[in-house]
């Protein structure tokens, strides 16, 4: 199945997108998630950058850096979303591993 693809980007798109991208990264976990979460959402986008480039293996934090890039809607946008879109589903399948790590472990003890 091939998506159809609209050349023109707009700011209602874009902050569709995010909103995407922030609903299956989903709430804040622990201190920095929560930390990286309130600067996005102040729109101190500098401040998640460095969380993120200072926490190089954590998926949350390197998602939430991608997409205040996201929303300057330059050439690109498109880029900066789909690596968010890729750390998001990292950071969700680390947990879902993690989950089933955990429920494997309770059922073979």
């Given at each position: 199945m091939q998506a159809t693809v609209s050349i023109e980007?707009?700011?209602e798109k874009v902050e569709k997108a995010v909103s995407a991208i922030l609903e299956v990264l989903g709430?804040?976990?622990?201190d920095l998630h929560h930390k990286?979460?309130?600067?996005?959402q102040s729109g101190d986008h500098q401040t998640v950058k460095r969380l993120a480039s200072t926490n190089l293996?954590?998926?949350?934090?390197?998602?939430?850096?991608?997409?205040?890039?996201?929303?300057?809607?330059t050439p690109n946008t498109d880029t900066?979303?789909?690596?968010?879109?890729?750390?998001t589903a990292e950071f969700v399948k680390?947990?879902?591993?993690?989950?089933?790590?955990?429920?494997?472990?309770?059922?073979?003890?």
């Open positions: 980007l707009t700011q709430k804040p976990e622990n990286a979460l309130t600067a996005f293996n954590d998926h949350y934090c390197k998602a939430l850096g991608y997409l205040g890039g996201a929303l300057k809607l900066i979303l789909a690596e968010s879109a890729r750390s680390e947990k879902a591993l993690q989950h089933l790590g955990a429920k494997i472990a309770d059922a073979l003890n």
